[in-house]
């Protein structure tokens, strides 16, 4: 079974809306820490932020920001004023004490701002 | 800013070849992950060393793939003999402990023709 979806495959807007990214995930352990990772063209992961399992409170960082929700099981990703920078597929990922803290990731959301 | 170095960036080989890619995690991270990621998908784990101890190598095609990391530092992934569809982005990446994210390096791009 997946433990990370992510639903939207491919999302394309125009330069300056605001644009947000799924993430649902599965797991039984009580502890576990929920990511996301911006994949430029360029190949490499680039970590976004971190949010561990009791600590439900959303953040904002510049332009972006995160809702985590447990009782939807989801840790959707917004940003605000895309640029055509923000091109990229971007992966939300599980890591769960119960497993060595292995990561899970999604398939990933494929971002593409028109300029 | 620490980065975990891979090398080489691509790497092009011949089916039935051996192939070698190298990793070298931030200096006292004693967590290293090799992931591969195939075209259009996730990246999905391959093997886990914590220092220089396998912890987790179930994903890890044994009959063709081996990884090491001797030392508890660097660490080497290869394939032997290469087959078509081993193409993929091969991920290394290192933590300090497991509250933190993972750091990843830039990656092989591996092509088998």
């Known amino acids: 079974a997946q433990k990370v979806t992510q639903a939207q495959t491919e999302i394309s807007v125009v330069e300056k809306e605001d644009v947000t990214l799924d993430c649902v995930y599965e797991t039984r352990d009580t502890t576990y820490y929920l990511f996301w990772y911006k994949q430029p063209p360029s190949g490499e992961l680039v970590f976004l932020i971190r949010?561990?399992?009791?600590?439900?409170q959303n953040e904002i960082s510049g332009r972006y920001s995160w809702n985590f929700q447990k009782s939807t099981s989801s840790f959707n990703f917004t940003i605000t004023a895309s640029q055509v920078v923000d091109s990229a597929v971007y992966f939300c990922a599980l890591s769960e004490a119960g497993t060595g803290n292995q990561f899970y990731f999604g398939t990933g959301t494929s971002l593409t701002v028109i300029p | 800013e620490a980065e975990v170095a891979q090398s080489p960036r691509y790497k092009i080989t011949e089916k039935s070849q051996a192939v070698a890619f190298w990793c070298d995690p931030i200096?006292?991270?004693?967590?290293l992950y090799w992931y591969r990621q195939i075209l259009g998908q996730g990246p999905e784990l391959l093997v886990q060393f914590q220092d220089e101890s396998v912890v987790d190598d179930s994903q890890l095609p044994k009959d063709r793939f081996s990884a090491e990391r001797l030392k508890g530092v660097d660490s080497t992934l290869k394939i032997q003999p290469a087959e078509l569809g081993d193409s993929a982005m091969y991920l290394c990446a290192s933590r300090r402990d497991r509250e933190d994210g993972y750091t990843f390096g830039s990656g092989t791009r591996l092509t088998v023709v």
């Open positions: 949010r561990n399992s009791f600590d439900e």
């Open positions: 200096s006292g991270h004693a967590t």
